[in-house]
């Protein structure tokens, strides 16, 4: 709770290495990769501590708005339900926000009925949205996971204006300063890959899935996961269970001729980060 007590501005990071974003309809939520936009900042205000026994806060967009558990279903006959941003007649229970450290030194959210902000991926719909629900699927348990930086502290309170990632929640508060290159710049906003990692990581994969025609639309972003293997046969379980399809076979661009060819046994050493296509076996010519 103390990351967000002297805190006056925060952008929060999904697993995914995406931002949680208030989108300029002004109504719904999403992830971007622009961490540096203006629809990345949440205002930050904390409840007296008067207010509850539970330490909770309120996130509020650019756009003046609240971040707001909705209680409709995102999708009809799924779990989960919209996160929007709303301006209530009441601040009630729907805009107050419990956050917590788990023992993966990671922050959750979770609402006052115990659910949790999730950043989701997959395929349109799921693509970037944000919802809020309790996961179930092991494959999904890391999507609750945020990463928090303080962009804009309160000088009356304890300087504490720095970024905060996974390695920064230890019992021992460790601080780092802020400079001006950890804040801003393309790489740090935009890509994953510039954020701190430890040997034990593993190495980020970038993928696109192809439609049923065996064609990538470019202009979509690329989705990422972090991958501690070391073999194609575990990289194409894994992505099984990230994007829900089955039978697929993992892919990678000739820089050649952009032609499409099929990964085998064993991955690159040293685990660089890879670009890599998901298509559907049935759609690989022999």
């Given at each position: 709770?103390?990351?967000?007590?002297?805190?006056?501005?925060?952008?929060?990071?999904?697993?995914?290495?995406?931002?949680?974003?208030?989108?300029?309809?002004?109504?719904?939520?999403?992830?971007?990769?622009h961490?540096?936009?203006?629809?990345?900042?949440?205002?930050?205000?904390?409840?007296?501590?008067?207010?509850?026994?539970?330490?909770?806060?309120?996130?509020?967009?650019?756009?003046n708005?609240?971040?707001?558990?909705?209680?409709?279903?995102f999708?009809?006959?799924?779990?989960?339900?919209?996160?929007?941003?709303?301006?209530?007649?009441?601040?009630?229970?729907?805009?107050?926000?419990?956050?917590?450290?788990?023992?993966?030194?990671?922050?959750?959210?979770?609402?006052?009925y115990?659910?949790?902000?999730?950043?989701?991926?997959?395929?349109?719909?799921?693509?970037?949205?944000?919802?809020?629900?309790?996961?179930?699927?092991?494959?999904t348990?890391?999507?609750?996971?945020?990463?928090?930086?303080?962009?804009?502290?309160?000088?009356?309170?304890?300087?504490?204006?720095?970024?905060?990632?996974?390695?920064?929640?230890?019992?021992?508060?460790?601080?780092?300063?802020?400079?001006?290159?950890?804040?801003?710049?393309?790489?740090s906003?935009?890509?994953?890959?510039?954020?701190?990692?430890?040997?034990?990581?593993?190495r980020?994969?970038?993928?696109?899935?192809?439609?049923?025609?065996?064609?990538?639309?470019?202009?979509?972003?690329?989705?990422?996961?972090?991958?501690?293997?070391?073999?194609?046969?575990?990289?194409?379980?894994r992505?099984?269970?990230?994007?829900?399809?089955?039978?697929?076979?993992?892919?990678?661009?000739?820089?050649?001729?952009?032609?499409?060819?099929?990964?085998?046994?064993?991955?690159?050493?040293?685990?660089?980060?890879?670009?890599?296509?998901?298509?559907?076996?049935?759609?690989?010519?022999?």
């Amino acid at each position: 709770m103390e990351i967000f007590q002297s805190a006056n501005a925060v952008r929060l990071r999904s697993s995914h290495g995406k931002y949680l974003t208030a989108h300029d309809d002004e109504e719904s939520v999403t992830q971007g990769r622009h961490g540096d936009a203006k629809a990345a900042r949440w205002t930050v205000e904390v409840l007296p501590a008067d207010y509850t026994n539970h330490n909770i806060i309120r996130l509020k967009s650019c756009y003046n708005k609240y971040l707001t558990a909705d209680d409709q279903p995102f999708l009809f006959g799924m779990t989960g339900r919209k996160v929007t941003q709303t301006v209530p007649d009441r601040l009630d229970s729907s805009v107050e926000w419990e956050p917590f450290r788990d023992g993966k030194n990671q922050v959750k959210l979770r609402t006052r009925y115990g659910e949790f902000l999730r950043a989701n991926r997959g395929l349109p719909p799921w693509r970037n949205s944000v919802t809020h629900d309790i996961p179930r699927r092991t494959a999904t348990q890391d999507w609750i996971f945020w990463y928090v930086e303080v962009v804009e502290t309160d000088m009356l309170k304890p300087e504490k204006n720095l970024i905060l990632h996974s390695d920064s929640f230890s019992s021992s508060e460790s601080s780092v300063p802020s400079t001006p290159s950890s804040l801003s710049g393309p790489e740090s906003a935009d890509s994953p890959a510039s954020l701190p990692r430890k040997k034990g990581d593993g190495r980020l994969i970038y993928y696109h899935v192809c439609n049923e025609y065996g064609e990538v639309d470019e202009e979509l972003d690329e989705l990422v996961i972090t991958f501690r293997g070391n073999g194609v046969n575990e990289l194409t379980k894994r992505l099984e269970d990230e994007t829900g399809l089955t039978d697929i076979t993992v892919c990678s661009r000739s820089p050649l001729n952009g032609k499409l060819y099929p990964l085998r046994l064993q991955l690159p050493p040293n685990n660089v980060t890879m670009n890599v296509v998901v298509v559907q076996s049935s759609l690989i010519v022999a």
